[in-house]
């Protein structure tokens, strides 16, 4: 059996005895690639490249482990536990579609064949016979749908090389092995025992009766790992047969202890299809659960045991094993074994009714009985892979008495609301014996009010929400039961169909893609939807980052000490115990900076090292080096520091009411008169409101990581970083080391994602690892884990914004006074630009006469916030479109027509001086408008709506018009140095980095198409501070722009000087044109340079042309939301954008989809929760969601169930390179579609309980914020109808 795994929680012991297949072992350049990396290199499912083994491990595994290939929904289920955070999953999910036996045209059309001509079958890569000559030419059309387009696989393809490995098979050697108990010494006197029979595990317990079980350690894994737990002595059960019992009995199920929960569902289903369905209600709730239990590779290890033995309190089991009357088996050192009732097993917080001569031995699940119904709940943040804010289990027994059908048993147990499951015990007694009628509701819901009180600061916090989910969960159940009885004609009224919308489960259809373009061939390359260059390597393992840059033995490795105050002064600093830790080699603090300890991109107003005083949590103080990752770490928490507290600012509220601003960060732009127009009786209705923008972490999958090293005993130093500015690791390295530039030297090849967050903020690591190796005069080497990552390296802006707006009843937009606060977080860094974009973008797409816009940048207690896809103009185009949303709804009109009437246009003069030219909104909001067929989509919502209470759908189209250039003019610059060798192939640097965007490829194929030759002629290596020198950083969307063009320039002047040659020669290749060239002494190396012509923006006469051109586009979401969860799923997202005539369509298409899904993470799913007034249960400064099992990124489940991508025809743009357009940031707007389709579908929630006027909706529209929009009698037993939940802003 294969099982797809997290490597990080499986412990080296436990592996013995197994076959471990990783992604190099399946295929790679030198044997070919397997046929599941081919596919996803081949369908553009991999952009930075850091997720793609998982990706290809867990297909791999699916696809072995399946003796028939499998289906659309398993594969998009398997691939539940693997984050992207570029493709937006899409391209994924079709890349393996192919594999799947659905649809036997795609599985069939797609074998390819080996050398010896022989087909091989695309799931398993071994020879087959279902080979079908009808390949699927995708150049043929030039407009292509990947969902009926698969390139054929052909492993010749690669490199020259054919996959010729068979599939790989489990060793012989492992297969002759006898299992033995195991006995393992490990490091620091860890004793790992592996027993194969129950008698050995019970003697070793004994002996050791504080010993950790171990089996699938997916809990055990969190504590050693984040949670400095230390287990001396380690058994693992996972081989002990008595522990794996799955049986059927005469009472119900026996499960052993070490059962996978994978196993479990596999055994369930079994038993269902068996039984007779009243005894399985038990099983059917169970089942469902584990649906939503964790991911697939969680499942495949994490066993029911552990979760019991665990006591988590938001455990999603142990409610339904209390519930369903299960009993747990309990046997001792001695053989003995005793049964108690999961309802008494579980103590306290993690405390179980085990002694420690006893282990947990099996669960005993009973059959329910006829008319008894079992029903499961849970309510996370995302729906797959999230652990419950609340679930639950709920069991209801209906027996006849005299002539009535009452309640004769009831069990309602909750979790995540205590420590332990908490029995709804009041609420159980009141419900036996009663007749189930509507009658009953009020009353129990008053008594569950009781059972499960919230206190309002209880940890996790969302009280109000917590608690109505209670009560909604219930009332959930009370129709279900009551439906169930109708359908058993127990009763004889039964749910009404608006009712009914109620109790129905989430079940997710495959989700459907669509991409429509025209590629509009020049040259060789260029408009050709090419493979991203590195995909071929990123799908082996073989693409590297600066974590698999070889190491010498000399190498040191860094961890950071940091702030735990978010405003204090520094008393003292205690190294003492540091210096004892194992492995220690060094600590530096500021007064160790040889050079400049004040550094920063724009100001220096950062310390490399705080020296005084500290302005957050997570500041850096110091540095320790030792010879492991690990012993760092441990030496770095030796740190001693002693602070004294000051007063800190810890929201954007608190900074305007105190006055704490960035210096010199006023900005303010108007045109027309405002207060004139206000005070005038030209508007019809003047309305005013408050929008809060939350913030958003990046999560790129490759933390920041530096590697630096001297050379010449420090006279040099060099580095490879992961970063998108290298020329700013210079900067900062020189400047903290007093070296001049020349002498300094960072290099990336590829980063795993930056999206902003390694703009600026990767160097100050760089810098830190910098003094160690500069002092210690060797090589360092710097990875964040993620939870140092997030707390330390800042976020996107939340804003504040305040606006009063004035318009016609005929719904014209007359002014806008907008007042906008960016957090900046503790250090200037880009917050000043990006509020200025945000001041830029702050009308969207809309004409207003009279407008002024003022903005400052806030100064608080937080990690300095940063750039991030869009650099602001997200946050000012989404406080624009809730004033206008708001507009439409004082005017009881749809927005769509309110936003059509307001439209600029050709030609329009934007309120900031810049004439809008060959502006295509009108072209892109048609397009959409047909494609997405508005009026029906309108239609059949109203119907929906009008006929399901509790279920509601809502649509929403949005514009979007996104100005490209840097705004700081000198930026706008790009150099490239592109060198020709005399064999004809091409070697091109740049000033820009490949972050996984396509750029390196889209510019490989400018310089293909320049010098008229093949793309595989091209090759782009590294970025390089001594190639290229003084580069941007790769940001603003406008790389492929700038470097485009640099690259072009230095082709032309190649092609120039080879031009006399070329024409008196008959040059068969350009090969032998260059070898001739050479012959000739003509210079085959040239310099490109290019500057954006006719940009430029005077902030003191607030006018000008800050940006090149705009990229313009549009977007519709239909969304259904559970009004009475808050659970939300995208139906449609149907997006229209102009991006000119595409240089690459595929690798264009990948970042619409990818920033889109990116987006919807901003708008409807990512909450930072930090330390503030306003979660008072995370400590003051802290940010609580510092890691992915708390930030939950959109997964698998969250894409749209039908994602359509179109690119509009024909309208090439003369501003940039080949008439293409800029695309990274701008589609990233469009995903707010989703969140006003989600305030859309609230908006006839609350209408029918009567409340038809505007009301806010903070981003991101978590279940919280929807169900405590969505306001009914339920959430007023909690909250008042204005409540708004809490937003660290
Ligand atoms: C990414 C991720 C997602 C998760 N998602 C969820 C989720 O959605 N819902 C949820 O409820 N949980 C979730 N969990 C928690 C965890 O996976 C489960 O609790 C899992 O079932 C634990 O099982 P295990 O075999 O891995 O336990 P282990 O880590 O091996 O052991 C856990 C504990 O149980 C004890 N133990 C194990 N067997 C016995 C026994 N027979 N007798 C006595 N003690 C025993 C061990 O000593 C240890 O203390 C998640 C964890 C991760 C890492
Ligand atoms: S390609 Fe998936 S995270 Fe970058």
Same mark, same amino acid.
């Given at each position: 059996?294969?099982?797809?795994?997290?490597?990080?929680?499986?412990?080296?012991?436990?592996?013995?005895?197994?076959?471990?297949?990783?992604?190099?072992?399946?295929?790679?350049?030198?044997?070919?690639?397997?046929?599941?990396?081919?596919?996803?290199?081949?369908?553009?499912?991999?952009?930075?490249?850091?997720?793609?083994?998982?990706?290809?491990?867990?297909?791999?595994?699916?696809?072995?482990?399946?003796?028939?290939?499998?289906?659309?929904?398993?594969?998009?289920?398997?691939?539940?536990?693997?984050?992207?955070?570029?493709?937006?999953?899409?391209?994924?999910?079709?890349?393996?579609?192919?594999?799947?036996?659905?649809?036997?045209?795609?599985?069939?059309?797609?074998?390819?064949?080996?050398?010896?001509?022989?087909?091989?079958?695309?799931?398993?890569?071994?020879?087959?016979?279902?080979?079908?000559?009808?390949?699927?030419?995708?150049?043929?059309?030039?407009?292509?749908?990947?969902?009926?387009?698969?390139?054929?696989?052909?492993?010749?393809?690669?490199?020259?090389?054919?996959?010729?490995?068979?599939?790989?098979?489990?060793?012989?050697?492992?297969?002759?092995?006898?299992?033995?108990?195991?006995?393992?010494?490990?490091?620091?006197?860890?004793?790992?025992?592996?027993?194969?029979?129950?008698?050995?595990?019970?003697?070793?317990?004994?002996?050791?009766?504080?010993?950790?079980?171990?089996?699938?350690?997916?809990?055990?894994?969190?504590?050693?790992?984040?949670?400095?737990?230390?287990?001396?002595?380690?058994?693992?059960?996972?081989?002990?047969?008595?522990?794996?019992?799955?049986?059927?009995?005469?009472?119900?199920?026996?499960?052993?202890?070490?059962?996978?929960?994978?196993?479990?569902?596999?055994?369930?289903?079994?038993?269902?299809?068996?039984?007779?369905?009243?005894?399985?209600?038990?099983?059917?709730?169970?089942?469902?659960?584990?649906?939503?239990?964790?991911?697939?590779?969680?499942?495949?290890?994490?066993?029911?045991?552990?979760?019991?033995?665990?006591?988590?309190?938001?455990?999603?089991?142990?409610?339904?094993?209390?519930?369903?009357?299960?009993?747990?088996?309990?046997?001792?050192?001695?053989?003995?074994?005793?049964?108690?009732?999961?309802?008494?097993?579980?103590?306290?917080?993690?405390?179980?009714?085990?002694?420690?001569?006893?282990?947990?031995?099996?669960?005993?699940?009973?059959?329910?009985?006829?008319?008894?119904?079992?029903?499961?709940?849970?309510?996370?943040?995302?729906?797959?892979?999230?652990?419950?804010?609340?679930?639950?289990?709920?069991?209801?027994?209906?027996?006849?008495?005299?002539?009535?059908?009452?309640?004769?048993?009831?069990?309602?147990?909750?979790?995540?609301?205590?420590?332990?499951?908490?029995?709804?015990?009041?609420?159980?007694?009141?419900?036996?014996?009663?007749?189930?009628?509507?009658?009953?509701?009020?009353?129990?819901?008053?008594?569950?009010?009781?059972?499960?009180?919230?206190?309002?600061?209880?940890?996790?916090?969302?009280?109000?929400?917590?608690?109505?989910?209670?009560?909604?969960?219930?009332?959930?159940?009370?129709?279900?039961? /009551? =439906?169930?009885?109708?359908?058993?004609?127990?009763? %004889? +009224?039964?749910?009404?169909?608006?009712?009914?919308? *109620? !109790?129905? @489960?989430?079940?997710?259809?495959?989700?459907?893609?669509?991409?429509?373009?025209?590629?509009?061939?020049?040259?060789?390359?260029?408009?050709?939807?090419?493979?991203?260059?590195?995909?071929?390597?990123?799908?082996?393992?073989?693409?590297?980052?600066?974590?698999?840059?070889?190491?010498?033995?000399?190498?040191?490795?860094?961890?950071?000490?940091?702030?735990?105050?978010?405003?204090?002064?520094?008393?003292?600093?205690?190294?003492?115990?540091?210096?004892?830790?194992?492995?220690?080699?060094?600590?530096?603090?500021?007064?160790?900076?040889?050079?400049?300890?004040?550094?920063?991109?724009?100001?220096?107003?950062?310390?490399?090292?705080?020296?005084?005083?500290?302005?957050?949590?997570?500041?850096?103080?110091?540095?320790?080096?030792?010879? /492991? =990752?690990?012993?760092?770490?441990?030496?770095?928490? %030796? +740190?001693?520091?002693?602070?004294?507290?000051?007063? *800190? !600012?810890? @929201?954007?509220?608190?900074?305007?009411?105190?006055?704490?601003?960035?210096?010199?960060?006023?900005?303010?732009?108007?045109?027309?008169?405002?207060?004139?127009?206000?005070?005038?009786?030209?508007?019809?209705?003047?309305?005013?409101?408050?929008?809060?923008?939350?913030?958003?972490?990046?999560?790129?999958?490759?933390?920041?990581?530096?590697?630096?090293?001297?050379?010449?005993?420090?006279?040099?130093?060099?580095?490879?970083?992961?970063?998108?500015?290298?020329?700013?690791?210079?900067?900062?390295?020189?400047?903290?080391?007093?070296?001049?530039?020349?002498?300094?030297?960072?290099?990336?090849?590829?980063?795993?994602?930056?999206?902003?967050?390694?703009?600026?903020?990767?160097?100050?690591?760089?810098?830190?690892?910098?003094?160690?190796?500069?002092?210690?005069?060797?090589?360092?080497?710097?990875?964040?884990?993620?939870?140092?990552?997030?707390?330390?390296?800042?976020?996107?802006?939340?804003?504040?914004?305040?606006?009063?707006?004035?318009?016609?009843?005929?719904?014209?937009?007359?002014?806008?006074?907008?007042?906008?606060?960016?957090?900046?977080?503790?250090?200037?860094?880009?917050?000043?630009?990006?509020?200025?974009?945000?001041?830029?973008?702050?009308?969207?797409?809309?004409?207003?006469?009279?407008?002024?816009?003022?903005?400052?940048?806030?100064?608080?207690?937080?990690?300095?916030?940063?750039?991030?896809?869009?650099?602001?103009?997200?946050?000012?185009?989404?406080?624009?479109?809730?004033?206008?949303?708001?507009?439409?709804?004082?005017?009881?009109?749809?927005?769509?027509?309110?936003?059509?009437?307001?439209?600029?246009?050709?030609?329009?003069?934007?309120?900031?001086?810049?004439?809008?030219?060959?502006?295509?909104?009108?072209?892109?909001?048609?397009?959409?408008?047909?494609?997405?067929?508005?009026?029906?989509?309108?239609?059949?919502?109203?119907?929906?709506?009008?006929?399901?209470?509790?279920?509601?759908?809502?649509?929403?189209?949005?514009?979007?018009?996104?100005?490209?250039?840097?705004?700081?003019?000198?930026?706008?610059?790009?150099?490239?140095?592109?060198?020709?060798?005399?064999?004809?192939?091409?070697?091109?640097?740049?000033?820009?980095?490949?972050?996984?965007?396509?750029?390196?490829?889209?510019?490989?194929?400018?310089?293909?198409?320049?010098?008229?030759?093949?793309?595989?002629?091209?090759?782009?290596?590294?970025?390089?501070?001594?190639?290229?020198?003084?580069?941007?950083?790769?940001?603003?969307?406008?790389?492929?722009?700038?470097?485009?063009?640099?690259?072009?320039?230095?082709?032309?002047?190649?092609?120039?000087?080879?031009?006399?040659?070329?024409?008196?020669?008959?040059?068969?290749?350009?090969?032998?044109?260059?070898?001739?060239?050479?012959?000739?002494?003509?210079?085959?190396?040239?310099?490109?340079?290019?500057?954006?012509?006719?940009?430029?923006?005077?902030?003191?006469?607030?006018?000008?042309?800050?940006?090149?051109?705009?990229?313009?586009?549009?977007?519709?979401?239909?969304?259904?939301?559970?009004?009475?969860?808050?659970?939300?799923?995208?139906?449609?997202?149907?997006?229209?954008?102009?991006?000119?005539?595409?240089?690459?369509?595929?690798?264009?298409?990948?970042?619409?989809?990818?920033?889109?899904?990116?987006?919807?993470?901003?708008?409807?799913?990512?909450?930072?929760?930090?330390?503030?007034?306003?979660?008072?249960?995370?400590?003051?400064?802290?940010?609580?969601?510092?890691?992915?099992?708390?930030?939950?990124?959109?997964?698998?489940?969250?894409?749209?169930?039908?994602?359509?991508?179109?690119?509009?025809?024909?309208?090439?743009?003369?501003?940039?390179?080949?008439?293409?357009?800029?695309?990274?940031?701008?589609?990233?707007?469009?995903?707010?579609?989703?969140?006003?389709?989600?305030?859309?579908?609230?908006?006839?929630?609350?209408?029918?309980?009567?409340?038809?006027?505007?009301?806010?909706?903070?981003?991101?529209?978590?279940?919280?914020?929807?169900?405590?929009?969505?306001?009914?009698?339920?959430?007023?037993?909690?909250?008042?109808?204005?409540?708004?939940?809490?937003?660290?802003?």
């Amino acid at each position: 059996r294969h099982y797809a795994i997290n490597a990080c929680l499986a412990p080296l012991y436990s592996l013995e005895g197994m076959h471990i297949i990783t992604v190099e072992g399946i295929g790679d350049r030198q044997r070919g690639l397997h046929p599941v990396q081919e596919r996803l290199a081949k369908a553009h499912g991999s952009q930075c490249g850091f997720c793609t083994p998982g990706f290809v491990m867990s297909m791999y595994a699916l696809l072995r482990s399946s003796k028939h290939p499998p289906t659309e929904e398993q594969i998009e289920d398997s691939l539940a536990g693997n984050l992207c955070r570029c493709t937006g999953y899409r391209p994924i999910i079709d890349a393996f579609r192919v594999f799947a036996k659905t649809d036997d045209s795609l599985y069939t059309a797609s074998p390819s064949e080996n050398a010896n001509g022989q087909a091989i079958c695309p799931s398993t890569g071994k020879p087959c016979s279902c080979r079908n000559e009808t390949d699927v030419n995708a150049n043929e059309s030039s407009t292509l749908s990947s969902v009926k387009v698969y390139l054929p696989c052909s492993y010749n393809e690669i490199d020259g090389n054919s996959y010729s490995e068979k599939e790989l098979i489990f060793p012989p050697e492992l297969q002759l092995r006898k299992f033995m108990p195991l006995k393992l010494n490990g490091f620091n006197g860890i004793r790992w025992y592996r027993p194969l029979k129950l008698e050995q595990l019970l003697y070793l317990r004994s002996c050791y009766p504080d010993a950790k079980l171990i089996i699938g350690n997916s809990e055990v894994g969190v504590e050693t790992k984040f949670k400095n737990a230390q287990y001396k002595v380690m058994i693992s059960v996972t081989h002990v047969p008595e522990l794996h019992t799955l049986k059927v009995e005469e009472h119900g199920l026996h499960i052993g202890s070490a059962v996978r929960l994978a196993q479990l569902q596999k055994f369930l289903k079994n038993v269902i299809a068996e039984r007779g369905s009243h005894e399985t209600s038990s099983c059917h709730a169970i089942l469902r659960q584990l649906k939503w239990f964790a991911g697939t590779q969680i499942r495949n290890v994490a066993s029911v045991g552990g979760n019991i033995c665990t006591a988590s309190p938001i455990s999603d089991l142990n409610p339904l094993w209390m519930a369903t009357g299960a009993n747990f088996q309990i046997i001792d050192v001695n053989n003995n074994v005793r049964t108690t009732a999961a309802k008494d097993f579980f103590l306290g917080y993690r405390k179980v009714d085990l002694k420690a001569d006893e282990i947990l031995l099996s669960v005993i699940l009973p059959w329910t009985r006829p008319y008894e119904y079992v029903k499961e709940f849970k309510q996370a943040h995302r729906r797959e892979d999230d652990i419950a804010l609340v679930n639950a289990g709920m069991r209801m027994h209906i027996t006849e008495a005299e002539g009535n059908w009452i309640v004769s048993d009831v069990s309602i147990v909750y979790g995540g609301v205590a420590v332990v499951p908490l029995t709804a015990a009041k609420t159980e007694k009141f419900l036996v014996g009663k007749k189930l009628d509507d009658g009953l509701l009020d009353e129990t819901f008053n008594l569950l009010k009781e059972d499960i009180p919230l206190a309002e600061n209880a940890p996790g916090g969302m009280v109000e929400f917590r608690s109505s989910l209670t009560l909604s969960f219930f009332f959930k159940f009370f129709l279900y039961v /009551t =439906h169930e009885m109708n359908i058993k004609g127990l009763r %004889k +009224v039964g749910l009404d169909a608006a009712n009914m919308s *109620a !109790i129905q @489960s989430y079940t997710r259809p495959v989700s459907i893609g669509t991409q429509g373009y025209e590629s509009v061939g020049q040259g060789t390359a260029v408009g050709q939807p090419m493979v991203h260059m590195s995909a071929m390597l990123q799908v082996t393992g073989e693409a590297e980052y600066v974590d698999d840059t070889p190491t010498p033995p000399n190498n040191l490795h860094a961890a950071l000490v940091l702030s735990k105050k978010a405003h204090a002064r520094i008393l003292s600093i205690d190294d003492s115990v540091a210096k004892c830790s194992p492995g220690f080699a060094g600590v530096f603090l500021s007064k160790d900076v040889p050079g400049s300890n004040h550094i920063g991109p724009i100001i220096h107003d950062e310390e490399v090292f705080a020296s005084d005083v500290v302005t957050c949590v997570g500041q850096i103080i110091g540095i320790v080096v030792a010879d /492991t =990752h690990d012993n760092a770490k441990a030496a770095a928490n %030796k +740190v001693n520091i002693e602070y004294s507290e000051l007063p *800190a !600012i810890l @929201s954007i509220s608190e900074a305007v009411k105190a006055g704490s601003f960035h210096p010199n960060t006023t900005r303010c732009l108007s045109n027309g008169d405002v207060e004139q127009c206000f005070a005038s009786n030209t508007c019809d209705k003047i309305i005013e409101g408050e929008i809060r923008v939350g913030g958003q972490e990046h999560f790129y999958m490759e933390p920041q990581c530096t590697f630096v090293w001297p050379v010449d005993s420090g006279n040099e130093i060099h580095m490879i970083s992961s970063t998108q500015a290298p020329q700013k690791h210079q900067k900062y390295v020189a400047n903290a080391l007093g070296l001049p530039l020349s002498k300094v030297v960072c290099k990336t090849k590829r980063i795993g994602g930056g999206f902003g967050g390694k703009e600026t903020r990767s160097a100050i690591f760089a810098a830190a690892a910098s003094v160690a190796s500069y002092c210690l005069r060797r090589p360092v080497k710097i990875v964040l884990d993620r939870d140092v990552d997030m707390i330390t390296t800042g976020q996107r802006h939340s804003f504040l914004g305040k606006y009063k707006l004035g318009f016609t009843n005929d719904g014209k937009i007359q002014a806008l006074d907008l007042e906008i606060y960016n957090n900046g977080g503790n250090s200037l860094d880009l917050s000043l630009a990006v509020l200025e974009r945000a001041v830029f973008h702050s009308e969207n797409v809309y004409a207003i006469p009279n407008i002024r816009v003022s903005g400052k940048v806030c100064f608080t207690n937080f990690p300095s916030n940063t750039a991030f896809r869009g650099f602001g103009g997200p946050q000012g185009m989404l406080i624009a479109e809730n004033w206008i949303h708001h507009m439409a709804t004082e005017l009881k009109r749809s927005p769509e027509e309110i936003k059509e009437l307001n439209f600029q246009s050709e030609g329009t003069e934007l309120y900031y001086g810049q004439l809008l030219k060959n502006c295509t909104m009108h072209s892109v909001w048609d397009e959409l408008k047909a494609s997405c067929n508005i009026l029906e989509a309108r239609k059949a919502v109203n119907v929906f709506n009008s006929e399901n209470r509790w279920r509601k759908r809502g649509i929403a189209m949005v514009p979007t018009k996104f100005g490209i250039s840097f705004t700081a003019k000198f930026m706008n610059q790009a150099g490239a140095l592109v060198q020709v060798y005399t064999d004809g192939t091409v070697l091109v640097t740049h000033g820009g980095v490949e972050m996984g965007q396509g750029l390196h490829t889209k510019i490989a194929q400018v310089a293909a198409s320049s010098l008229d030759i093949p793309l595989s002629c091209v090759f782009i290596s590294e970025t390089s501070t001594d190639k290229v020198p003084n580069a941007s950083p790769t940001a603003a969307s406008a790389s492929s722009d700038l470097y485009g063009a640099a690259v072009l320039d230095a082709c032309q002047q190649i092609k120039a000087r080879m031009e006399p040659i070329a024409s008196r020669g008959n040059h068969k290749s350009f090969a032998e044109l260059a070898q001739a060239c050479y012959m000739e002494r003509v210079d085959l190396s040239a310099h490109g340079f290019y500057i954006t012509p006719d940009i430029g923006f005077d902030w003191i006469a607030g006018k000008g042309s800050p940006f090149n051109y705009f990229t313009y586009g549009a977007a519709f979401a239909e969304v259904e939301i559970d009004t009475l969860t808050g659970d939300f799923h995208t139906r449609t997202a149907d997006i229209v954008m102009d991006l000119g005539y595409s240089i690459n369509p595929a690798i264009d298409i990948g970042q619409i989809e990818g920033a889109f899904i990116q987006g919807l993470g901003w708008a409807a799913m990512e909450e930072l929760k930090w330390g503030d007034d306003n979660h008072k249960w995370i400590r003051p400064g802290y940010l609580f969601t510092c890691g992915p099992g708390s930030y939950k990124i959109p997964s698998v489940n969250d894409i749209p169930l039908n994602f359509k991508v179109s690119l509009l025809k024909g309208v090439p743009n003369p501003r940039a390179i080949h008439s293409s357009k800029a695309v990274g940031e701008p589609p990233f707007f469009l995903a707010s579609a989703i969140l006003f389709a989600i305030k859309d579908a609230i908006a006839a929630a609350r209408a029918e309980e009567g409340h038809l006027d505007w009301f806010p909706l903070d981003n991101p529209a978590t279940p919280e914020r929807i169900r405590m929009a969505c306001v009914d009698s339920i959430t007023k037993k909690f909250a008042s109808v204005y409540y708004r939940p809490k937003l660290s802003v």
